[in-house]
C-alpha cells in the first residue's frame, strides 16, 4: 500500500482539512445516491435562539465554504447580523461527517453574478419571484408571481436580484467524523484562529 493510500485510509493523519475534505466530497459524489453537497446552515437569530436548515454546497477552496440564498430570508438576515455559522456534512451511505463552524463573508459581486447565470433560466425567475422565508397566502400567489416575472424577463437575459447572493464560511474548526465498529468512532478536529495561522490538530474521544 502506497503513502498516499496509506493516509487516505487513516484520515488521522493529516495535517490540514481542505484536501481531506475534498477526498471525501468526491467519494461521496460517487456513493451517495443524492445530493452529496447537502449540508445543514446552523445560525442564531437576534435572541440567541439557534436555527437550522438543509442547502446545497457551491463550491471550496482553502478561502472557505460557499452557499447562496436570499439575502432578505431567515438565514441571510441572521448571517448578515451575526456574520457566523456553521455547518455540518453527512454521508449516511459512508458512514461520515464533517462539521465546521467560522465566520462568514459575502462573496464578490462577480462571483455571485457568475454562478447566478450557471443556474437554470426557471431558478433564475423563481430567485425573483419568491418572498423567500415570508409568509405565503397561497401556492396560487407563487405561480403569479413566477408568471409575473417570466412575462417580465420573457426575452433576454434575467438579471441578478440585488438581494441574491452568497455567503462564504472561512472555517476556524473544522471536524472529521468517521463510524467505528462498536461505536468507537475516529473524531479529529482542526482548529485556527485566522486565515493565515496554521492548523494544530486534536484527536477526540468519541
Known amino acids: ?49 439557534p436555527n437550522v436548515r438543509m442547502t446545497l454546497l457551491k463550491g471550496f477552496d482553502e478561502r472557505g465554504f460557499v452557499f447562496y440564498t436570499n ?42 453574478d457568475a454562478y447566478y447565470k450557471s443556474r437554470p433560466r426557471d431558478s433564475r425567475i423563481g430567485a425573483w419571484a419568491s418572498q423567500q422565508s415570508r409568509p405565503l397566502e397561497s401556492r396560487f400567489a407563487l405561480e403569479k408571481a413566477v408568471a409575473r416575472y417570466a412575462a ?20 476556524v474548526h473544522v471536524e472529521f467524523w468517521k463510524d467505528g465498529a462498536f461505536r468507537l468512532h475516529d473524531r479529529v478536529a482542526f482548529q485556527r484562529h485566522g486565515d493565515d495561522d496554521a492548523w494544530s490538530k486534536t484527536r477526540l474521544y468519541p
Open 1 to 49: 500500500m502506497t503513502t498516499t493510500e496509506t493516509e487516505q485510509q487513516d484520515f488521522t493523519t493529516r495535517s490540514e482539512p481542505f484536501q481531506l475534505f475534498a477526498e471525501w466530497l468526491e467519494e461521496a459524489r460517487a456513493a451517495e445516491p443524492n445530493d452529496p453537497t447537502a449540508m445543514s446552515v446552523a445560525t442564531v437569530d437576534g435572541d440567541g435562539l
Open 71 to 112: 439575502f432578505e430570508s431567515q438565514k441571510g438576515t441572521e448571517i448578515l447580523a451575526s456574520r457566523k455559522a456553521a455547518l455540518g456534512f453527512h454521508w449516511k451511505s459512508l458512514r461520515r461527517q464533517v462539521r465546521l463552524r467560522g465566520p462568514v463573508e459575502v462573496v464578490s459581486e462577480e462571483e455571485a
Open 152 to 171: 417580465k424577463y420573457a426575452i433576454g437575459d434575467v438579471p441578478r436580484p440585488p438581494y441574491w447572493s452568497g455567503f462564504r464560511v472561512k472555517p
